[in-house]
């Protein structure tokens, strides 16, 4: 079952700095929207709103209605998952023991895995290509490894919103696009912070624009990812071009 998310004139300061301002976004249930924007345009700021990591100044974090600060925690993480763009730091445990932690949030406090979270896990690490290193020490993986074991704890959570903080972070470009697509194929509501333009504009359904801790844009990627949108936040000379085959917007930055 999926859900709706919604951003509500969100705004987040610290230490006297507005890093989230009045930010208002709506994401349908099964829909996937990229946030994008330059370094410290706060789209981590505003990603941590919605997994309580970080409290809103003022405004509210809704899942299909309900304010996300006012849940159960453990309800919270039974529908929304996250993936954090910073490797925490190292685990003593094995892959499947960090993927099996999604399953945390189903079962009470003690309760082993039975086979049907078993089953659940090795899929989640099978579908990321990390299944062949279930027994291999976490700490000793290399960055795009950890960064597929991570989110195929997210998957073993089964939740029907996820949020993913730069979740291509580490990846080479195959492993890129088999995680995008896997995401998209999951029919979960998703909120993604993308730095690679291209990569959002393939796979998300719209995109959010932020812009020094404003909304800026919002829309389907061909309407949001133009030449002026891209000089006034990025500050490259682009020219964007429909791809031949999928028609997605496709950005080619230019030498000044």
Known sequence: MTVALRAEKVSVAMDGRTLVDAVSLDIAPGEVVGLVG????????????FYRASRPTSGRILLDGEDVWRMPGKRLARRLAAVLQETPGDFELTVYDVAAMGRTPHKRAFQGDDANDRDIILRSLAELDVAHLAEAPFDRLSGG??????????????????????????????????????????GATALIALHDLNLAAAFCDRLCVLHEGALLAAGPPGEVLTPELLARVYRVNAEVSAHPRTAAPQITVLPD
Not at 38 to 49: E, Y
Not at 155 to 174: C, F, I
């Open 38 to 49: 330059p370094n410290g345009a706060g789209k981590s700021t505003l990603l941590r709103t």
């Open 145 to 186: 490894e950890k960064q597929r074991v991570l989110i195929a704890r997210a998957l073993a959570q089964r939740p029907a919103a996820l949020v993913l903080d730069e979740p291509t972070n580490h990846l080479d470009l195959r492993h890129q696009i088999d995680a995008l697509r896997l995401v998209r194929g999951l």
